[in-house]
């Protein structure tokens, strides 16, 4: 499927689903939705996008390049390669994943690598916060940006949000199954 086809896909998708489907400047799509949840798939790569939140993805037609919050909360599950990921408070370089990202008040997001290898990165510097490789949601953390630029992260005891159905629904969207089971 070229990037022509893509769109139209795209276009006659989003016709029945509660989402805002856009470009920006850059050629980026822009993924808004209103009041209800969301689930939709793009190449080889499904989301889920909460109520009330805005995501922007750099694609090629096939993978997604990069995912950037932009506000809300959104599940992402990616069929390979590596991928950005940007939020207001890091950055973050991800392999082979399942994440579910919420942005919360006050410059923080909660960030949890429910399966693959991650980088996360300061967004201005580019240098390592810390790395993690995670089997089965291993370290959920909420990351916030204090007010003087400084990143601070702390490891939350339990999932936020997201479960492991919510990432079931989406790897079978894509003709996968996740990696970790039925350990829930």
Request: net charge neutral.
């Given at each position: ?16 689903l ?7 400047d850059?050629g ?12 939709f798939?793009i ?37 390979g ?10 950055t973050a ?5 399942g ?27 580019g ?15 909420q ?14 005891k ?20 996740v ?6």
């Amino acid at each position: 499927m070229n990037r022509r086809q893509s769109i139209i896909t795209l276009g006659a998708l989003f016709a029945s689903l509660p989402l805002a489907l856009y470009a920006n400047d850059n050629g980026a799509l822009v993924i808004e939705s209103d009041k209800e949840e969301a689930k939709f798939k793009i190449g080889k790569d499904a989301f889920l996008l909460r109520p009330n939140s805005k995501i922007e993805l750099s694609h090629d037609g096939t993978f997604t390049k990069a995912l950037t919050l932009l506000g809300g909360g959104v599940m992402g599950v990616f069929g390979g390669g590596e991928k950005t990921i940007e939020t207001k408070t890091f950055t973050a370089g991800i392999r082979g994943t399942g994440i579910y990202l919420q942005e919360y008040a006050d410059d923080a997001v909660y960030s949890c690598l429910c399966y693959g290898k991650g980088d996360y990165r300061y967004s201005n510097s580019g240098e390592i916060l810390f790395s993690l490789n995670s089997t089965y949601h291993d370290k959920p953390v909420q990351i916030v940006q204090s007010k003087n630029g400084k990143l601070e992260y702390k490891v939350n005891k339990t999932m936020n949000n997201h479960n492991d159905d919510e990432l079931r629904d989406l790897e079978k969207m894509c003709g996968r199954e996740v990696p970790f089971g039925n350990n829930s």
